[in-house]
């Protein structure tokens, strides 16, 4: 009987021991997994950054709502990019607007621009390929709030800002 | 607009109270197991060992709470866990050996283990930012030299199994090449931060590495000389290879080159290989290596394979699940409580428990890495990365030595084993990383 509830106490031991160690693992997981994406909230965000891109004063521009796109896979996750006039460019080149460093991406990759008022995704003769909405992308199309684009291992999600 | 932040930070001393817990609950179990398995009951050292190890455990957590508030929360419980579980072990053989029974090996552990603690508490409350030391490069350097080469002066240095490591003053005595470590560390650290552009772009390209311009490469022949010497004059190849593989391994990092650890691997190994042809002590130690199982080798005496192949036996004899803390025989094995205290650990802890401890020191060395990773300033990048490399590097070598898959060394497993020079040298270790770590993730917070 002694030795029988040595053994138990042993062997308890051991997995006290071994209780530490992946408790301390637990502990450390939350920094190699923990990043996760911040969005703060619009008020915040409102005239003081606007003023400070410069953001055309015009009537027409005001009226249209904001939007902008949100990357929420890829090297560039949690990202966001606001929509505001200018054209936003993607791709591999350090010249891009959204410089994506990804080996499926080619060096100018896609474009966004805005025509008649909306806002349109062009591929740029990439490599390999954009895909809107799940389907390749082969001429310049129309883009919506919740539009979704793939290009490489990233993906970008347009919504209201 | 979005950006990137880290989750749950707020609780990491919480966290680390919890760690804490676990890790002294483990050391006193290690103290009763041991207690009662070796003696029959609970000795009165079982109580003050665990009255020891509580208060201390509730100190250090008290200090990180007041002045590291954001230091990392798992290196210091882990480190103390290491400790207790070593001084459990250390208080197992002197009970279980009859030659020295009344030296009590584990007393004196003990206090340098609160020695040890009180210097965590002083670089803790002193050392407010670790750039600090960076402004004490070259003070380092020259405490540093000085403190390897005291073992060499007369009258205070002493020879003991062999290796000219020792001090003794006034009956006290002390190994200052530990100590050594940290003044390299810091010096190595503050010397590459400032030269590591020279040493990262400059030289001829060879085999698809580029090479250092033979100017540059001076601090490494430098450094290399310095491992020699203590190679040849203190007979200390472990000590020699740490240093050694310190200064490589924060080269490699402040340059980001191989060839840098090419040539530092060309260079020790032809330096080892070197020194064995010439000095027969050296060459003694590579015979009991390779021919360990031979029966003249194992005789012979000294310089013979008897300790090395009684560790083995001793592992062997713990199997998967060990033989339990306090019912093994791991005093038979000579210097089982310092540098073969990992043969005592395998055998009364088996594979299963080695495993554990093993994975505890990659844990540590993967804080420190973490640390270097989110530390802003070159110079604690160096450093954390230093005291990291060289903590996993003497567990490598230490761990490699008993289970002969290198020469073995006598350099002792840090925490672990028994040695104040060492104990009290590595928690300082830890505190400095403590206080990097801190930075690093107020840094990381953007909260400075």
């Known amino acids: 009987m002694a030795q029988f509830s040595s053994s138990v106490f042993q062997l308890g031991f051991l997995v006290l021991l071994w209780a530490l160690v992946l408790s301390a693992i637990a502990v450390l997981r939350a920094d190699m997994y923990g990043v996760h994406t911040l969005f703060r909230l619009r008020d915040r965000t409102g005239p003081a950054q606007q003023s400070a891109h410069q953001a055309p004063a015009r009537t027409e521009l005001l009226s249209r709502p904001a939007w902008e796109l949100r990357i929420t896979e890829g090297p560039l996750r949690g990202t966001t990019v606001p929509l505001a006039s200018a054209p936003v460019t993607i791709g591999r080149a350090p010249t891009s607007t959204v410089v994506i460093d990804d080996d499926y991406c080619s060096a100018r990759h896609a474009r966004i621009f805005l025509a008649g008022g909306s806002w349109h995704l062009e591929d740029l003769g990439s490599t390999n390929g954009t895909v809107l909405n799940g389907s390749a992308l082969r001429e310049p199309a129309l883009l919506e709030v919740g539009s979704t684009m793939a290009i490489g291992e990233t993906r970008i999600e347009v919504d209201e800002q | ?448």
């Open chain 2, 1 to 448: 607009m979005g950006t990137i932040a880290e989750t749950s930070v707020s609780s990491r001393r919480t966290l680390e109270a919890v760690l804490f817990v676990l890790a002294v609950g483990l050391s006193i179990a290690a103290c009763a197991l041991v207690s009662m398995g070796a003696a029959g009951s609970l000795t009165s050292e079982f109580w003050l060992f665990s009255a020891t190890i509580t208060l201390l455990g509730g100190v250090l957590h008290g200090a990180l709470r007041a002045w590291a508030p954001a230091a990392d929360p798992i290196i210091a419980p882990l480190a103390l866990a290491l400790n207790g579980i070593g001084l459990a072990m250390i208080y197992r053989i002197d009970l279980g050996s009859t030659t020295r029974p009344e030296e009590g090996v584990a007393t004196s552990q003990l206090l340098w283990t609160a020695v040890g603690m009180v210097s965590v508490l002083v670089v803790l409350a002193t050392l407010r930012d670790h750039r600090q030391l960076r402004r004490m490069t070259f003070t380092a350097m020259t405490l540093g030299i000085g403190l390897l080469a005291l073992p060499l002066v007369p009258l205070i240095g002493t020879e003991r199994n062999g290796s000219r490591v020792w001090i003794e003053v006034w009956g006290y005595s002390a190994q200052p090449a530990e100590f050594a470590k940290i003044a390299v560390a810091v010096f190595f650290a503050g010397y590459l931060v400032a030269h590591r552009e020279v040493l990262a772009l400059a030289g001829p390209k060879f085999l698809g590495l580029r090479f250092p311009r033979i100017r540059d490469a001076g601090p490494l022949v430098l450094a290399w000389g310095v491992s020699l010497a203590i190679l040849v004059f203190q007979r200390d190849l472990g000590t020699s290879l740490i240093f050694f593989g310190m200064f490589i391994a924060m080269l490699y990092v402040a340059t980001q080159r191989a060839s840098w650890v090419v040539m530092g691997l060309g260079l020790f190994l032809g330096g080892a290989f070197a020194a064995s042809a010439v000095f027969p002590h050296v060459a003694a130690r590579y015979e009991t290596w390779l021919f360990a199982f031979s029966g003249e080798i194992y005789d012979r005496n000294p310089g013979g394979s008897g300790q090395l192949v009684q560790g083995i036996f001793g592992l062997s004899t713990g199997g998967l699940w060990g033989t339990g803390l306090g019912e093994g025989q791991p005093w038979l094995v000579p210097f089982a409580e310092s540098d073969f205290i990992f043969a005592a650990l395998g055998e009364e802890l088996g594979l299963a428990g080695v495993m554990a401890i093993l994975t505890i020191y990659l844990i540590i060395g993967q804080r420190a890495m973490r640390t270097a990773l989110g530390v802003r300033d070159g110079f604690g990048k160096l450093l954390a990365a230093g005291i990291g490399f060289t903590l996993i590097l003497q567990v490598c070598v230490v761990v490699g030595g008993v289970t002969r898959l290198i020469p073995l060394t006598g350099m002792t497993a840090p925490l672990l084993a028994a040695g104040g020079s060492s104990l009290v040298a590595t928690w300082i270790m830890m505190g400095v990383l403590l206080r990097i770590s801190d930075s690093a993730h107020r840094a990381e917070r953007g909260t400075s």
